[in-house]
C-alpha cells in the first residue's frame, strides 16, 4: 500500500414509533442468571434472527421490532444502519448469539452479549466475513420478548479495533458500476464517476499484466473513500505504515478476525479523499497500485517492501506512454548513493516516495532482463520472510547490492535520456 506517494451524510428522516405488539408464543425471559442462560439465549437468537430477515429483505418494520422503540436515538441510529445496507448487494446475512458470553446487569433485567454477524457482498466476498459485536437486551414493554438497546460499548470495541466496516460508522453513499462498489459519503460522492471509472479500467489493465493469481478471488473491487477517520483508525497494526498519511491502502478482509487460519473474503482499496482532486491519470496510477496489491492477494505475503511495492509501481505504470510516466525528481538525486536494497526504514522516512520510484526501477530492470514473469516467481521465492540474500543469487545471479544499483542505473539511464 502507498504511504508518502500520491498514493455523514444522508438526511435522517424522524422516525415514527411503531405500536408495539406481542407475541403470545414467547415464554418470557428469565429473572435471575438460570443455569447456563439457555432462555436469555434462545430468546436473544430469536431477536437477532428477526433483525437479520429484515436487513435482507429490507423489510424496515421487522428490522424496528427488533429495537427498544423506546429509545428515539437508538431508532435513528439504526435507521441510518439498515439505509446503509439496504444500499449493499448483500448475498448472505445472519446473526448468532454467543450463548457463553452473556453477561447479566446487576439491578437490572437486561443483558450484555457478544454477537456473530456473517456477511457476505455478492460478487465482491469470497466467503462471508465473521464479525463480532456487543449488543446489550432489554426486556421488551410486554415482558415476553428481549429487544436491542444498544449496539455500542465503547470500552469492549477499543479492545477489539479493526471490527468495523464504514457502514457501521454512519451514513455512506453507494454507487456501482460493472465490477466496482464504491462506498462514499456526501462529501466524496461528487468524484463518485472518476473513481469507479478508474477502478473500472484499472482492473483490466492490472489483470492484463498479471494474469492468473492462482488464487479463488471474488471477481469484483470494493473502494472506499471516505473523510471520516474512524474507519481507518480501527486498522491499527493492521496495515503498513500510517493509515493517517497514507493516499491509498489495501486492506485484506478476514473471513474471521478471531481465526487467521480461515483466510481472506476480499481485499478492498482506500484511496484517501485528498487523491480525489488528482488528475484523472495520477488518480488511475494510484488505484492500479492499490488493485494490483488486491489482485495478488496474498501472494508474496512476507516479500520484502522493495519488491511487493516495486511490483505494484511497475504495474500501475504499464498502461501508461513511457513519456508520462512520472518519476519524482528525489529519486534520481538518491540513485548516486544507493548502495543496496531499501527496507522498511527507508519506506518510513522522508525520502519514501523516492524509494518507491527505485523499488520501481529495480524491478523494471528484472523484467527488462529476466522477462517480466521473473517478478512474480521472485514474490513467490521471497514469500514468508525468505532471505534475499540467499534467494536472489540464487534465481538471478547477482547479490542484493548489484541489483540496486543495476536498477538505479537503468532508472537514471532513462530519465536522463541515454540508452
Known amino acids: 500500500m502507498s504511504t508518502a506517494r500520491a498514493r455523514t451524510l444522508l438526511p435522517v428522516l424522524a422516525l415514527l414509533?411503531?405500536?408495539?405488539?406481542?407475541?403470545?408464543?414467547?415464554?418470557?425471559?428469565?429473572?435471575?442468571?438460570?443455569?447456563?442462560?439457555?432462555?436469555?439465549a434462545t430468546l436473544i437468537q430469536r431477536t437477532l434472527d428477526k433483525r437479520a430477515r429484515g436487513l435482507r429483505t429490507h423489510d424496515v418494520a421487522r428490522f424496528r421490532k427488533a429495537l427498544d422503540r423506546s429509545d428515539p436515538g437508538l431508532v435513528q441510529e439504526q435507521q441510518t444502519y439498515f439505509d446503509n445496507l439496504a444500499q449493499?448487494?448483500?448475498?448472505?446475512?445472519?446473526?448468532?448469539?454467543?450463548?457463553?458470553?452473556?453477561?447479566?446487569?446487576?439491578?437490572?433485567?437486561d443483558y450484555w452479549v457478544e454477537v456473530v454477524l456473517s456477511l457476505g457482498l455478492d460478487g465482491y466476498d469470497a466467503a462471508p466475513t465473521r464479525t463480532r459485536d456487543r449488543f446489550l437486551f432489554t426486556r421488551s414493554r410486554d415482558g415476553r420478548r428481549l429487544v436491542i438497546t444498544s449496539t455500542t460499548d465503547h470500552a469492549w470495541e477499543t479492545a477489539h479495533p479493526g471490527n468495523v466496516q464504514p457502514w457501521d460508522l454512519g451514513p455512506i453513499r453507494v454507487e456501482r458500476t460493472a465490477g466496482v462498489l464504491g462506498i462514499f459519503d456526501d462529501t466524496t460522492v461528487r468524484h463518485a464517476r472518476e473513481v469507479l471509472a478508474a477502478a473500472g479500467t484499472g482492473r483490466s489493465d492490472v489483470r492484463g499484466v498479471i494474469g492468473s493469481t492462482g488464487e479463488d478471488a471474488p471477481s469484483g473491487v470494493v473502494v472506499y473513500s471516505l473523510r471520516d477517520p474512524a474507519f481507518l483508525r480501527g486498522l491499527a497494526d493492521r496495515t503498513v505504515g500510517d493509515p493517517d498519511r497514507a493516499d491509498g491502502l489495501t486492506i485484506a478482509v478476514p473471513v474471521d478476525g478471531t481465526d487467521p487460519g480461515q483466510g481472506v473474503a476480499s481485499y478492498r482499496v482506500f484511496l484517501n479523499p485528498r487523491v480525489l482532486d488528482q488528475p484523472v491519470g495520477v488518480l488511475g496510477r494510484l488505484v492500479r497500485h492499490e488493485l494490483t496489491h488486491a489482485t495478488l492477494g496474498s501472494r508474496g505475503r512476507g516479500a520484502p517492501l522493495w519488491l511487493s511495492e516495486g511490483v505494484a509501481e511497475y504495474v500501475s505504470v504499464q498502461s501508461m506512454a513511457p513519456a508520462r510516466r512520472r518519476l519524482p525528481a528525489r529519486a534520481l538525486d538518491l540513485a548516486a548513493g544507493v548502495r543496496d536494497l531499501p527496507g522498511a526504514a527507508q519506506f518510513g522516512s522522508a525520502?519514501?516516495?523516492?524509494?518507491?520510484?527505485?523499488?520501481?526501477?529495480?524491478?523494471?530492470?528484472?523484467?527488462?532482463?529476466?522477462?517480466?514473469?521473473?517478478?512474480?516467481?521472485?514474490?513467490?521465492?521471497?514469500?514468508?520472510g525468505a532471505d534475499q540474500a540467499q534467494v536472489l543469487p540464487e534465481v538471478l545471479g547477482v547479490t542484493p547490492a548489484q541489483l540496486a544499483q543495476r536498477g538505479v542505473g537503468l532508472m537514471a539511464r532513462t530519465y536522463s535520456g541515454q540508452e
Open 351 to 384: 525520502d519514501a516516495e523516492a524509494w518507491y520510484a527505485v523499488s520501481w526501477w529495480v524491478c523494471e530492470y528484472v523484467a527488462s532482463v529476466y522477462g517480466r514473469p521473473m517478478l512474480f516467481l521472485l514474490l513467490d521465492r521471497l514469500a514468508d
Open 17 to 40: 414509533l411503531l405500536p408495539l405488539t406481542a407475541c403470545s408464543a414467547d415464554p418470557p425471559p428469565p429473572t435471575d442468571s438460570g443455569a447456563g442462560y439457555d432462555d436469555v
Open 88 to 109: 449493499l448487494p448483500v448475498g448472505e446475512l445472519h446473526y448468532e448469539v454467543a450463548a457463553d458470553t452473556i453477561t447479566p446487569v446487576e439491578g437490572s433485567e
